[in-house]
């Protein structure tokens, strides 16, 4: 399969939620790199992955796309269902900076060849505490770690008509998680543009 999507022209091969797969993934890779395969390699992830699990990819994966989504464990757990996130989400971000760095390699069309980018999900009413998260990657990591803050959030499921969550981003949130990346330090990454309809 990852062999077809090369001829079909693909830009990358990316793995979501892909922890559980890994002996599969990594003989599969073993074999289509045999047989020419040259296309990054992306681990989309929500940044949850365990230290072992990540050293297994050291040398394999050529661009991490973890997510950062929250500074507080309780909020973790009520939202997500993560024990103990804090601790493991940084953990996992501390090995993939280890392996990665700080540059983002682009080729020649501004493609992503090779690197790390973090993302971060506003959310409303301040729940995933985003001047914390950023200020941990700025200091913990590098102000000079590519970072993605997301205004997407919007309610769904069981969210629907929540008393917090049941509701987008306002711009005031937006404007408020932008300053808090310029606040942070971080040097480089992107904003998301406020959609008007909101």
Known sequence: MMLDLQKRGCHNVEFVTATHYIPPILAALDI????????????NTNGYDSLAALQLLDGVIDIYLPDAKYA??????????????????????REMH??????????????ARRGLIIRHLILPNNLAQTGEVLRWIATNLS??????????????????????????VTFEEYDAALE?????GLNNGWGQEYPEEQ
Request: hydrophobic share 45%.
């Open 143 to 168: 102000p000079n770690v590519h970072v993605s803050l997301m205004n997407q959030y919007f309610p769904t499921y069981k969210a629907i008509g929540h008393p917090v969550l049941g509701r987008k």
């Open 32 to 43: 289509a790199a045999a047989a020419g395969l040259r296309l990054p390699l992306v681990w």
């Open 72 to 93: 507080n464990n309780r909020v973790a757990l009520r939202l997500s269902g993560f024990a103990h996130y804090v601790e493991g989400n940084r953990a996992a971000l």
């Open 98 to 111: 280890r392996q990665m760095g700080d540059e983002l390699l682009l080729d020649d069309q501004g493609i």
């Open 180 to 184: 808090a990346f310029e606040a942070a």
